[in-house]
């Protein structure tokens, strides 16, 4: 049975020949990237994650010590249980040193809890909980890309600015879309607007024509879009059937990456806001990263997502902290990404907190008509930029009092 028909086992992929420190378990250091692979995040995550982490272990080439570096994955199903026991059979019997990657909050944080304390590090990528560095934090685990805090205020904040005072959410009924729902709206409550109603789906919903109604009728100003993969994808397109935005409401989705707007097409799309970590079209390092990426084996030309280009760096980071501290132990290695503060290629100029939360730029974006695409995954209009000191929760704010 594959991954993509649920495999909970191990694929070994990319091995850097070498002979492996002295106080590396096993011989090797050993990153799991642990996704949705057949499920509404496949796109987004899925192999291309898998691809992501094989090019940070081939960059890094040994670390100038010669150390050998085994990239495995497994299938999470977007399922708490299935997760918990793929990482703890990793943890106890298969000689796992790190997780990456972890699309879907509940699966997230079930593994954040398991992993607190043990040898075992979390490079939570794609993981969107906010929690992570607030009520849960962990001295185990590093934060990438989006979270639910960074998501809900500086996407709310920036439409606000461009006069988007009245809203509406249509939000995923779990974790994820109550996160960024609940931060948002405080936000926008906060600096003088309103939230007119709110409908819940369930996770993979594929009829929204009621909730969309009802957000017509609302007549708020901003629809807001809290949820992700197929369930954004789905919502744009039933709103696009409707004319929601040629009547004057705007529409913004709160996480939607490069990889839907393609599935959608910008015919579809035109006109949509969203926020962003990364975009591959934004400079040269980001260019030459994505057009490796493309090449890739299984990537069809395809560009990478934010999350894809979140767990390479992440990636990266974890091997280069393993090479200087000659440890794959989570004591050991955490609190060398925590010095870190420096310019990343993909996300610009990076600080890692001591509560674990990599702090970077975030983008507002607005998606291109179909006239104005001038080349393949030519999609996004940046309409401003939100510097990494405004973009994520302060410390003090989230609770949080890990010091390593």
């Known amino acids: 049975m594959t991954p993509t028909k649920g495999l909970l086992g191990l694929a070994a992929a990319c091995l850097l020949c070498g002979t492996a420190n002295a106080e590396i378990s096993g011989n090797a250091v050993r990153v799991g990237v642990l996704n949705d692979i057949s499920g509404i995040f496949q796109d987004t995550n899925g192999m291309g994650s898998v691809e992501a982490a094989r090019m940070a272990a081939e960059d890094f080439a040994g670390g100038g010590k010669n150390l050998k570096v085994e990239i495995v994955y497994a299938d999470h199903q977007n399922k708490a249980d299935v997760g918990n026991a793929i990482a703890r059979r990793w943890l106890d019997n298969e000689g796992v040193d790190a997780i990456v990657d972890v699309p879907n909050s509940a699966v997230g944080l ?6 607190r304390g043990s040898k075992m590090t979390f490079l939570a990528s794609s993981t969107a909980s906010s929690d992570l560095t607030g009520k849960a934090c962990s001295p185990n685990t590093i934060q990438w ?3 639910t805090w960074a998501t809900g205020n500086t996407t709310a904040a920036a439409m606000m600015q461009r006069g988007g005072k009245d809203w509406y959410f249509i939000t995923v009924d779990y974790a994820l879309g109550k996160g960024i729902e609940a931060e948002a709206a405080k936000y926008i409550e906060a600096h003088g ?3 007119l109603g709110s409908a819940k789906h369930p996770l993979g919903t594929s009829d929204f024509a009621s909730f969309l109604l009802q957000a017509q009728s609302s007549k708020a100003g901003v629809i807001g879009l809290a949820n992700a993969g197929g369930d954004t994808i789905n919502s744009v397109k039933q709103a696009a ?3 929601i935005q040629q009547s004057g409401q705007k529409l913004v989705a709160f996480l939607l990456f490069i990889n839907d707007i393609h599935g959608m097409g910008l ?6 806001q969203l926020m962003e970590a990364f975009y591959w079209d934004m400079n040269d390092d980001t260019r030459a990263f994505a057009k490796r990426f493309a090449q890739r084996p299984g990537m069809n030309g395809k560009m990478p997502s934010g999350n894809q280009a979140g767990v390479y760096a992440s990636t990266l980071a ?4 393993v090479a200087a501290t000659g440890s794959d132990d989570a004591k050991d290695v955490v609190p ?3 010095k870190f503060s420096g310019k990343d290629k993909l996300f610009g100029d990076v600080t890692i907190r001591q509560d674990g939360r990599v702090v970077h730029p975030m983008y507002l974006f607005e998606v291109k008509k179909p006239e104005e695409s001038k080349y393949p995954y030519d999609y996004y209009r940046l309409v401003s930029t939100i ?9 003090a704010e989230g609770g949080c009092e890990l010091v390593r």
């Open 318 to 321: 974890y091997l280069n902290a």
């Open 145 to 147: 890309v989006n979270d």
């Open 387 to 395: 510097a990494a000191d405004k973009a994520f929760r302060p410390v």
């Open 110 to 115: 079930s593994i954040n809890t398991l992993l």
């Open 193 to 195: 607007g309103k939230v």
């Open 336 to 338: 060398q990404m925590k």
């Open 267 to 272: 015919k579809v799309a035109q006109g949509l």
């Open 241 to 243: 059937e409707f004319g």
